[in-house]
Protein backbone atom coordinates (compact mmCIF):
# COMPACT_ATOMS: atom_id res chain seq x y z
CA UNK A 1 0.00 0.00 0.00
CA UNK A 2 1.39 3.85 -0.65
CA UNK A 3 0.61 5.13 3.15
CA UNK A 4 0.16 8.75 4.03
CA UNK A 5 1.56 9.31 7.54
CA UNK A 6 0.94 12.53 9.46
CA UNK A 7 3.86 12.99 12.34
CA UNK A 8 6.26 11.23 9.57
CA UNK A 9 9.42 13.12 11.26
CA UNK A 10 8.30 13.11 14.63
CA UNK A 11 9.04 10.55 17.25
CA UNK A 12 6.72 7.79 16.59
CA UNK A 13 6.05 8.47 13.21
CA UNK A 14 10.25 8.28 12.36
CA UNK A 15 9.85 4.23 13.70
CA UNK A 16 6.84 3.91 11.99
CA UNK A 17 8.06 4.97 8.32
CA UNK A 18 10.54 1.55 8.46
CA UNK A 19 8.29 -0.74 9.64
CA UNK A 20 6.15 -0.20 6.79
CA UNK A 21 9.18 0.00 4.53
CA UNK A 22 10.35 -3.50 5.85
CA UNK A 23 6.73 -4.98 5.16
CA UNK A 24 6.76 -3.32 1.73
CA UNK A 25 4.98 -0.28 1.75
CA UNK A 26 5.41 2.97 0.55
CA UNK A 27 5.40 6.15 2.71
CA UNK A 28 4.04 9.62 1.68
CA UNK A 29 5.16 11.42 4.74
CA UNK A 30 3.85 14.60 5.71
CA UNK A 31 6.62 17.53 6.62
CA UNK A 32 6.36 21.12 6.96
CA UNK A 33 10.26 21.82 6.14
CA UNK A 34 12.52 21.32 3.94
CA UNK A 35 15.03 19.57 6.64
CA UNK A 36 11.55 17.58 6.91
CA UNK A 37 12.17 16.65 3.66
CA UNK A 38 15.52 15.87 3.65
CA UNK A 39 14.79 13.49 6.59
CA UNK A 40 12.32 11.81 4.76
CA UNK A 41 13.90 10.93 1.20
CA UNK A 42 17.07 9.96 3.59
CA UNK A 43 14.79 7.55 5.38
CA UNK A 44 12.83 5.97 2.14
CA UNK A 45 9.79 7.57 2.18
CA UNK A 46 8.26 10.13 -0.07
CA UNK A 47 7.68 13.89 1.59
CA UNK A 48 4.31 15.68 1.36
CA UNK A 49 4.52 19.23 2.27
CA UNK A 50 2.15 20.38 4.86
CA UNK A 51 0.54 21.10 8.01
CA UNK A 52 -1.71 20.50 10.53
CA UNK A 53 -3.20 23.71 9.87
CA UNK A 54 -3.65 23.31 6.03
CA UNK A 55 -6.29 21.17 5.83
CA UNK A 56 -6.11 21.11 2.03
CA UNK A 57 -2.76 19.89 1.86
CA UNK A 58 -4.15 17.34 4.34
CA UNK A 59 -7.21 15.70 2.06
CA UNK A 60 -4.30 16.63 -0.95
CA UNK A 61 -2.34 13.62 0.90
CA UNK A 62 -5.12 11.35 1.62
CA UNK A 63 -6.49 11.15 -1.66
CA UNK A 64 -3.65 9.74 -3.52
CA UNK A 65 -2.98 7.03 -0.73
CA UNK A 66 -4.47 3.29 -0.43
CA UNK A 67 -4.33 4.39 3.49
CA UNK A 68 -3.64 6.83 6.02
CA UNK A 69 -1.95 6.46 8.98
CA UNK A 70 -2.30 10.10 11.43
CA UNK A 71 -0.11 9.89 14.30
CA UNK A 72 0.76 13.90 14.37
CA UNK A 73 -0.32 16.06 17.09
CA UNK A 74 0.40 19.46 18.22
CA UNK A 75 1.87 18.70 22.26
CA UNK A 76 1.90 22.08 23.34
CA UNK A 77 -0.16 21.44 26.44
CA UNK A 78 -0.09 24.99 26.94
CA UNK A 79 -2.89 25.03 24.30
CA UNK A 80 -4.30 21.63 24.82
CA UNK A 81 -7.76 21.47 24.97
CA UNK A 82 -7.23 23.96 21.31
CA UNK A 83 -4.80 21.42 19.87
CA UNK A 84 -7.41 18.58 20.37
CA UNK A 85 -9.67 20.71 18.55
CA UNK A 86 -7.55 21.04 15.78
CA UNK A 87 -6.83 17.38 15.94
CA UNK A 88 -11.03 16.97 15.31
CA UNK A 89 -10.54 19.54 12.11
CA UNK A 90 -7.44 17.11 11.06
CA UNK A 91 -9.52 13.81 11.09
CA UNK A 92 -12.60 15.17 9.47
CA UNK A 93 -10.36 16.30 6.59
CA UNK A 94 -8.61 13.56 5.51
CA UNK A 95 -11.87 11.59 6.23
CA UNK A 96 -13.29 13.53 3.81
CA UNK A 97 -10.99 12.30 1.35
CA UNK A 98 -11.10 9.00 1.93
CA UNK A 99 -15.26 8.87 1.90
CA UNK A 100 -16.87 6.56 -0.26
CA UNK A 101 -14.05 3.81 0.28
CA UNK A 102 -12.75 1.00 2.28
CA UNK A 103 -9.14 2.28 2.86
CA UNK A 104 -7.76 2.00 6.15
CA UNK A 105 -7.72 5.12 8.31
CA UNK A 106 -5.56 4.83 11.67
CA UNK A 107 -6.02 7.62 14.16
CA UNK A 108 -4.43 7.92 17.44
CA UNK A 109 -5.71 8.70 20.92
CA UNK A 110 -5.06 7.59 24.57
CA UNK A 111 -5.10 4.58 26.59
CA UNK A 112 -7.59 5.92 28.73
CA UNK A 113 -10.40 6.70 26.70
CA UNK A 114 -10.98 2.93 27.30
CA UNK A 115 -11.54 3.47 30.87
CA UNK A 116 -14.42 1.97 31.97
CA UNK A 117 -14.25 2.39 36.16
CA UNK A 118 -11.79 4.50 38.27
CA UNK A 119 -8.40 2.59 39.23
CA UNK A 120 -9.57 -0.15 36.48
CA UNK A 121 -7.36 -1.07 33.52
CA UNK A 122 -8.25 -0.05 30.19
CA UNK A 123 -9.63 -1.97 27.57
CA UNK A 124 -10.06 -1.86 23.64
CA UNK A 125 -13.53 -2.03 24.17
CA UNK A 126 -14.54 0.62 25.68
CA UNK A 127 -14.69 4.35 25.21
CA UNK A 128 -15.17 6.92 27.73
CA UNK A 129 -16.76 9.96 25.96
CA UNK A 130 -17.04 11.46 29.04
CA UNK A 131 -13.81 11.42 29.89
CA UNK A 132 -12.81 14.55 30.99
CA UNK A 133 -9.39 14.50 28.88
CA UNK A 134 -10.18 16.67 25.89
CA UNK A 135 -8.36 14.48 23.68
CA UNK A 136 -11.57 12.42 23.81
CA UNK A 137 -12.50 14.10 21.04
CA UNK A 138 -10.18 12.37 18.85
CA UNK A 139 -12.49 8.86 19.12
CA UNK A 140 -15.46 11.12 18.90
CA UNK A 141 -14.59 12.54 15.88
CA UNK A 142 -13.57 9.01 14.67
CA UNK A 143 -17.30 7.33 15.90
CA UNK A 144 -18.74 10.13 13.08
CA UNK A 145 -16.57 8.52 10.86
CA UNK A 146 -17.34 5.18 11.44
CA UNK A 147 -20.90 6.44 11.25
CA UNK A 148 -19.97 7.91 7.56
CA UNK A 149 -18.99 4.23 6.39
CA UNK A 150 -15.37 5.20 6.85
CA UNK A 151 -13.23 2.04 7.70
CA UNK A 152 -11.47 3.40 10.70
CA UNK A 153 -9.50 2.36 13.42
CA UNK A 154 -7.52 3.99 16.46
CA UNK A 155 -4.02 2.78 18.50
CA UNK A 156 -4.46 3.94 21.82
CA UNK A 157 -0.92 5.66 23.47
CA UNK A 158 0.38 4.85 26.68
CA UNK A 159 3.38 6.33 27.52
CA UNK A 160 5.64 5.66 24.78
CA UNK A 161 9.24 5.71 25.50
CA UNK A 162 13.17 4.71 24.58
CA UNK A 163 15.71 6.53 25.76
CA UNK A 164 15.67 9.40 24.13
CA UNK A 165 11.60 10.44 24.92
CA UNK A 166 9.24 8.71 27.53
CA UNK A 167 5.58 10.64 26.77
CA UNK A 168 4.54 13.02 29.32
CA UNK A 169 7.67 11.58 31.74
CA UNK A 170 9.99 13.64 29.54
CA UNK A 171 8.38 17.27 30.90
CA UNK A 172 8.39 15.48 34.36
CA UNK A 173 12.23 15.13 33.93
CA UNK A 174 12.17 19.05 32.57
CA UNK A 175 9.78 19.95 36.09
CA UNK A 176 12.40 17.30 37.74
CA UNK A 177 15.42 19.38 36.67
CA UNK A 178 13.45 22.87 36.82
CA UNK A 179 12.70 22.37 40.51
CA UNK A 180 15.70 20.44 41.91
CA UNK A 181 13.05 17.62 43.23
CA UNK A 182 11.64 14.77 41.86
CA UNK A 183 7.99 14.26 42.91
CA UNK A 184 5.05 12.19 42.77
CA UNK A 185 1.35 12.89 44.77
CA UNK A 186 1.11 11.16 47.59
CA UNK A 187 2.38 7.86 47.99
CA UNK A 188 2.59 7.73 44.95
CA UNK A 189 0.51 4.19 43.97
CA UNK A 190 -1.08 5.19 41.11
CA UNK A 191 0.05 3.45 37.65
CA UNK A 192 0.89 5.00 33.97
CA UNK A 193 1.15 2.12 31.10
CA UNK A 194 3.71 1.91 28.82
CA UNK A 195 4.76 1.28 25.14
CA UNK A 196 8.72 0.86 23.85
CA UNK A 197 8.25 3.34 20.68
CA UNK A 198 9.53 0.15 18.54
CA UNK A 199 6.83 -2.35 19.59
CA UNK A 200 4.15 0.67 19.02
CA UNK A 201 5.34 1.67 15.38
CA UNK A 202 5.55 -2.37 14.89
CA UNK A 203 1.58 -2.13 16.29
CA UNK A 204 0.52 0.95 13.74
CA UNK A 205 1.86 -1.22 10.83
CA UNK A 206 0.08 -4.37 12.07
CA UNK A 207 -3.28 -2.30 12.37
CA UNK A 208 -3.09 -0.64 9.14
CA UNK A 209 -2.73 -4.16 7.59
CA UNK A 210 -5.01 -5.93 9.50
CA UNK A 211 -7.75 -3.74 10.86
CA UNK A 212 -11.28 -3.64 10.97
CA UNK A 213 -13.60 -1.01 10.93
CA UNK A 214 -14.38 0.49 14.49
CA UNK A 215 -11.40 -1.40 16.59
CA UNK A 216 -9.33 0.05 18.86
CA UNK A 217 -5.98 -1.20 20.01
CA UNK A 218 -3.84 -0.31 22.87
CA UNK A 219 0.00 -0.13 22.64
CA UNK A 220 0.50 -1.14 25.56
CA UNK A 221 3.96 -3.12 26.78
CA UNK A 222 3.78 -2.60 30.49
CA UNK A 223 0.00 -2.22 31.95
CA UNK A 224 0.95 -0.17 34.63
CA UNK A 225 4.18 1.54 36.40
CA UNK A 226 3.87 3.04 39.64
CA UNK A 227 4.38 7.00 39.96
CA UNK A 228 7.03 6.43 42.99
CA UNK A 229 8.96 3.99 40.80
CA UNK A 230 9.38 7.03 37.64
CA UNK A 231 10.01 9.40 40.49
CA UNK A 232 12.88 7.47 41.66
CA UNK A 233 14.18 6.51 38.51
CA UNK A 234 13.87 10.11 37.43
CA UNK A 235 15.63 11.54 40.54
CA UNK A 236 18.63 8.92 40.71
CA UNK A 237 19.08 10.22 36.97
CA UNK A 238 19.12 13.61 37.61
CA UNK A 239 21.12 13.87 40.85
CA UNK A 240 17.57 15.29 42.87
CA UNK A 241 15.90 14.62 45.76
CA UNK A 242 12.77 12.40 45.40
CA UNK A 243 9.69 13.68 47.56
CA UNK A 244 5.87 13.59 48.32
CA UNK A 245 3.87 16.30 47.46
CA UNK A 246 -0.08 16.47 48.33
CA UNK A 247 -2.54 17.00 45.99
CA UNK A 248 -2.74 20.69 46.66
CA UNK A 249 0.43 21.20 46.59
CA UNK A 250 0.93 19.07 43.51
CA UNK A 251 -0.62 21.82 41.34
CA UNK A 252 1.60 24.87 41.75
CA UNK A 253 4.38 22.09 41.86
CA UNK A 254 3.58 20.82 37.97
CA UNK A 255 1.93 23.43 36.56
CA UNK A 256 -0.09 21.98 33.03
CA UNK A 257 1.04 18.75 34.16
CA UNK A 258 -0.62 18.75 37.84
CA UNK A 259 -3.85 17.47 35.71
CA UNK A 260 -1.84 14.11 35.13
CA UNK A 261 0.62 13.73 37.65
CA UNK A 262 -1.98 12.06 40.34
CA UNK A 263 -3.75 9.99 37.96
CA UNK A 264 -4.40 6.46 37.85
CA UNK A 265 -4.29 5.20 34.14
CA UNK A 266 -3.60 1.49 34.03
CA UNK A 267 -4.22 -0.19 30.28
CA UNK A 268 -4.49 -3.60 28.76
CA UNK A 269 -3.27 -4.59 25.70
CA UNK A 270 -4.49 -8.45 26.04
CA UNK A 271 -7.34 -8.24 23.16
CA UNK A 272 -4.78 -6.03 21.01
CA UNK A 273 -2.25 -9.15 21.41
CA UNK A 274 -4.80 -11.70 20.78
CA UNK A 275 -6.23 -9.55 17.67
CA UNK A 276 -3.21 -8.74 15.51
CA UNK A 277 -0.79 -11.30 17.49
CA UNK A 278 1.40 -8.46 18.22
CA UNK A 279 3.83 -9.10 21.43
CA UNK A 280 5.51 -6.37 22.85
CA UNK A 281 8.85 -7.65 23.07
CA UNK A 282 11.57 -4.52 23.80
CA UNK A 283 13.11 -3.34 27.31
CA UNK A 284 10.28 -1.82 29.70
CA UNK A 285 10.40 2.32 30.72
CA UNK A 286 12.36 1.99 33.74
CA UNK A 287 15.04 0.43 32.04
CA UNK A 288 14.89 2.88 29.52
CA UNK A 289 15.28 5.90 32.07
CA UNK A 290 17.91 4.37 33.85
CA UNK A 291 19.68 4.45 30.52
CA UNK A 292 18.41 7.67 29.11
CA UNK A 293 20.72 10.67 28.45
CA UNK A 294 19.87 13.21 31.37
CA UNK A 295 21.93 16.53 30.03
CA UNK A 296 19.30 17.02 27.95
CA UNK A 297 17.06 18.49 30.61
Not at 75 to 84: E, G, I, K, Q, Y
Not at 180 to 209: C, F, I, M, Q, T
Not at 224 to 239: N, S
Not at 246 to 253: C, F, I, K, T, V
Amino acid sequence: MRIFLTGATGFIGSHIIPELLGAGHQVLGLTRSEAGEKTLIEAGAEPWRGTLEDLDSLRRGAAQADAVIHCAFDHDFSNFVANCQKDQRVIRAMGEALAGSDRPFVITSGTGMGTKEPGKPATEDVINVDNPNPRVISEVTGNELLEAGLRVMVVRLPQVHDTRKQGLISPLAQIARQKGVSAYVGEGRNVWPAGHVLDVARLYRLAVEQGTAGERFNAVGEEGIPARDIAEALGKGLGVPVVSLSPDQAQEHFGWMGMFVGMSMPASSGWTQKRLGWKPKERGLLADLAEMDYSQF
